[in-house]
């Protein structure tokens, strides 16, 4: 013969009984009154008799219910520490997290928070899709990859956005370019000079045109190409200047160019974490996730190359 009940019934009778109260076991298992008494009265209708003994004042177990008690929190104990034991032995076996990160911020976001992560998970292997803006959001909300790395701004309401870092928009030029011997500019700065700029369907150029037509400004471009590294190796081959987020550009010393920041107005991007909302990931997605978060959230910008 078999009875039938829930694991959630037996810990709402369980909890019940440790806390004396029908009101604190409903809040620590997130459930109304009703909903905890309705599971007791299923589990005793289960079971064929009462369990608990209920009072104004007191709660406290049947004859049978006690009975029941170190019956239930054994059984509780083993499928808890089963659970554990299958997870603790998935993670040894390995698994994958997919993922679709920017170019900019895979080279500057992953290796360092990868590096972390395998020594402690050294059998998870990593699919990182290296992506645009546009394509990356919609390889998220298409469920491709579990989670993103992405400029915020999507106002798709079936994704959600959890800020890392400020990457602001800075010049970049050959070392021995007139701008190069200045500290700080203005847009105003790079009007006389030939500009780099990436096209107008990018992500980035897209959220530094509305920025600048807030501020009454415009750029005036000489050459447009569509990735940000040929707009790089553009300004190294000396035909003129680029405005780039700052982690698209060399960090550390480089031999030819050198960056430096843009005010009147600031102009940043904001790189964050982007899901699908409500979607559940995966526990290695979930813990790679926290690390990346816990890593780079609310850090400061990376240093100029000078």
Not at 40 to 60: N, Y
Request: proline content about 7%; overall charge neutral.
């Amino acid at each position: 013969m078999n009875i039938n009940c829930e694991i959630l019934d037996l810990r709402a009778f369980l909890l019940v009984v440790e806390l004396a109260s029908f009101h604190r076991a409903a809040e620590s298992l997130n459930l109304s009154q009703p909903a905890l008494s309705r599971r007791i009265q299923k589990l005793e209708g289960s079971i064929g008799a009462p369990l608990l003994e209920r009072t104004t004042r007191h709660v406290a177990p049947t004859a049978v219910g006690g009975e029941l008690v170190p019956l239930v929190r054994r059984m509780l104990e083993e499928f808890d520490g089963s659970l554990f034991a299958f997870r603790e032995l998935g993670e040894r076996r390995g698994g994958l997290v997919t993922i679709a990160c920017l170019p900019t911020a895979a080279y500057y976001f992953l290796p360092s928070v990868i590096r972390q992560f395998d020594a402690q998970y050294p059998n998870i292997r990593f699919r990182i899709l290296d992506l645009p803006a546009t394509d990356g959001l919609q390889a998220v909300a298409r469920g491709e990859v579990e989670f993103g790395v992405n400029i915020m701004g999507s106002s798709d309401p079936d994704l959600t956005f959890d800020r890392l870092i400020e990457d602001p928009f800075v010049l970049a030029a050959r070392k021995e370019h007139p701008l190069a011997s200045r500290d700080v500019l203005t847009w105003q700065d790079l009007v006389p000079y030939q500009l780099i700029t990436v096209h107008r369907s990018s992500a980035n150029r897209i959220l530094l045109d509305a920025a600048l037509t807030k501020s009454n400004l415009a750029l005036r471009w000489s050459y447009e190409v569509t990735h940000l590294s040929t707009s790089l190796g553009l300004v190294e081959a000396g035909l003129g200047i680029s405005v780039l987020p700052r982690m698209a550009t060399p960090q550390g010393d480089h031999p030819f160019l050198v960056t430096r920041p843009i005010r009147d107005p600031e102009i940043s991007r904001t790189i964050g974490v982007v899901r699908r909302r409500g979607a559940s990931l995966s526990p290695p997605a979930e813990r790679f996730m926290r690390m990346l978060i816990e890593t780079w959230g609310d850090a400061s910008t990376p240093r100029m190359a000078t």
